[in-house]
Every structure is written in structure tokens, then in C-alpha cells.
């Protein structure tokens, strides 16, 4: 059962080493093809107008109480969840650059391109789609190995040291983040719930699906 995933499955395209800076085409090609569906989900999800991520609830609840931009807020958090990496002996990779870059032009086509649907209905459905799709892509760039990005690096890095499933490590992190962002003063709405326990189910049955693929003779 994919909800009990504990770790990182490894495919044929799988680099052998995070530090890989000279990966085969075919481990480049997922890792960003991986990153592109996870910035499509972000992106979807602030189309669907129901609640931004956790993490960027976190980055409205902090900039309640600094002068800075919450792009500004969310890449120093970005540099303190990697900061947390020392203890937890995770090494970063080209994956953990393209991460940021990638997700961020894939949010702003999102925001650029589609439109917020009208109705209720339709809002909660591409949250939804955005929260699956996030999850997919995700455990695709994972596979790839060649460096996660600060938020799951953070999360394969606690999971070996926990040894839980991936699944309830990503919901314990995302729900946390959220409830201390919404503390702080950041806008929680009903994606922002369905993002917070969705996403680690969705990650885990990304792992699951493409390792099932990968591997399939």
C-alpha cells in the first residue's frame, strides 16, 4: 500500500548520487518534468482562489511582522529549512536550484494563464487536481535523485531519521506550518486544508505510481 512508502524507491533513470552534476538525459528529463507538474500544482492552486500552501501561509503570517515581501519571506525560509539539512545529513543537488526556479516560473504561467473558475464547485475540484498533481510531481523529481528541494529534502531527511511513513511526515510538516502561519496571521482557506492533509498521501502514491511504471517489464 503506497501510504506506507518509507522510502525513496530507485528506478533504472535514478542518479546514484545526489551531487551528480553530469546526470543521463533521461534522469534530467524526469527531475524536470517532475518539477514542472509540482509548480503547475502550486500555481493551480492560488488560480483556484480556496487558500494558498502552507508554506505560503506561513510567509503571510510571518510578513505580518516584517517589512519584507513574502517572495522575499518564503526565500529565507527556504534558506533556514535548508539550514536544518546539517543535522539530518541530506545533500543538495542541481534539483534543489532548479526546484526553486522551475516551481516559480510554473506558478507565474499559472497566474498568468487560467483563469479561477466561477464556481464553488469547480474552485474545490482544481484544488483537488492541484494537490494530486503537486504529489505526482513530487515523487517524480524525488525518484530522479539528484537533490530535493528545501521543503522535501526536509522530509526525506525526517523520515530516515524517524523511519515513518513519507505520507505522515509530510502531513505532520505541512499541517504544523500551516497552524503556525495561521497563528501568525496568514490566510487559511479550504485548499490551504485540503493541501495540508492531501499532499502526503499524494507524494506517497506519486513514489508508488512511478515506481510501479519504472520498473513495470
Known sequence: ??????????????????????????TFFFLCFGLTLFGIGEGLLLVSFTGASPWSVL????SNYVDLSIGTITFLISLFVISLWVFLNQKPGIGTVL????????????????????SFELKIVLAIFSVLITGIGSGIYLIA????GPRDGLMTGLQKK???????VRAFLEISVVSIGW?????????????AFGIGP????????????????
Open 1 to 26: 500500500m503506497f501510504l506506507t512508502i518509507r522510502n525513496i524507491p530507485k528506478v533504472s533513470w535514478s542518479s546514484k548520487e545526489p551531487l551528480n552534476f553530469k546526470p543521463k538525459i533521461s
Open 59 to 62: 510567509a503571510q503570517g510571518i
Open 99 to 118: 526546484n526553486a526556479i522551475i516551481i516559480a516560473v510554473m506558478i507565474d504561467v499559472c497566474l498568468k494563464y487560467i483563469s479561477t473558475p466561477e
Open 145 to 148: 535523485n539528484l537533490g530535493p
Open 162 to 168: 524517524t523511519n515513518l511513513p513519507i505520507a505522515s
Open 183 to 195: 497563528y501568525l496571521g496568514g490566510t487559511v482557506g479550504v485548499g490551504t486544508v485540503l493541501f
Open 202 to 217: 499524494c507524494v506517497a502514491f506519486g513514489l508508488f505510481i512511478v515506481d510501479k511504471i519504472s520498473t513495470k517489464k
